[in-house]
Each structure stands twice: as C-alpha cells, then as structure tokens.
C-alpha cells in the first residue's frame, strides 16, 4: 500500500556526510514506524535507525550513535543525517514502514512490511 523512495547515496570518503532522503506515498500514510536499515555485502540486513511515527521515539543501532540522526518533518519525508562516515558503513541503505506498534523500539527488519528500492552507499578513500 506504501511506496518508499530512497535518494541521496553515492560515493564519500572516510570522514564526509550524506543526508539520505525518504519520500512516502500511498493510499494512506498511517504507519506506526519508518526506518533506515543497511545491508553490507555478506552481511544480513540490520536496522540503522527507527523511529515513531505517533510520538517521535528514535532508536540507533550502537554502530552508529552520535554519528547518524533519523528525522521526520512529515509524514510524508524521512531524512538520514550521516555524518563521520566510515568504511563499514558502505551499503545499501533502505527505508522501510511498518504498521506494528512499538516496532521503532527493536529496528528490526522482520518487522517492517514495506521497503523502497535500496540507495547504495560506498564511504572509500
């Protein structure tokens, strides 16, 4: 029912920024969640970042604490702010929504039911 659009990525070196960006859109937009998760190659995908549609609640993976910044201006846009970037956080970078309750607490994947299509990342000197 939701379309998730991912933009943003590209190529930075070690210590740069990017701001990914998140455009939403569907018949509705009442989900309880939306998030960023990351898939490195060889790796499973892992949530970076959630965060509550209804009150504003975020939850970080330890990885990338003090460095990255989920925000939500509207329902309708999602923005990762990364900053300090560092090789192992080359990826492709994902949103997702879920209409679970309390799914931006955990970030899990499992819990997350609609996904845009992936923006890679690469952070190389």
């Known amino acids: 029912q939701l379309q998730l659009v991912e933009s943003g990525g590209g190529l930075v070196q070690p210590g740069g920024s990017l701001r990914l960006s998140c455009a939403v859109s569907?018949?509705?937009?009442?989900?309880?969640?939306i998030g960023w998760f990351r898939q490195a190659p060889g790796k499973e995908r892992e949530g970076v970042s959630c965060i509550s549609s209804r009150i504003g609640s975020t939850n970080y993976a330890d990885s990338v604490k003090g460095r990255f910044t989920i925000s939500r201006p509207a329902k309708n846009t999602v923005y990762l702010q990364m900053n300090s970037l560092m090789p192992e956080d080359t990826g492709v970078y994902y949103c997702a929504a879920s209409m679970l309750a309390g799914t931006w607490y955990r970030c899990d994947p499992a819990d997350f039911g609609s996904w845009g299509q992936g923006t890679q990342v690469t952070v190389s000197s």
């Open positions: 569907g018949s509705t937009l009442d989900y309880s969640s």
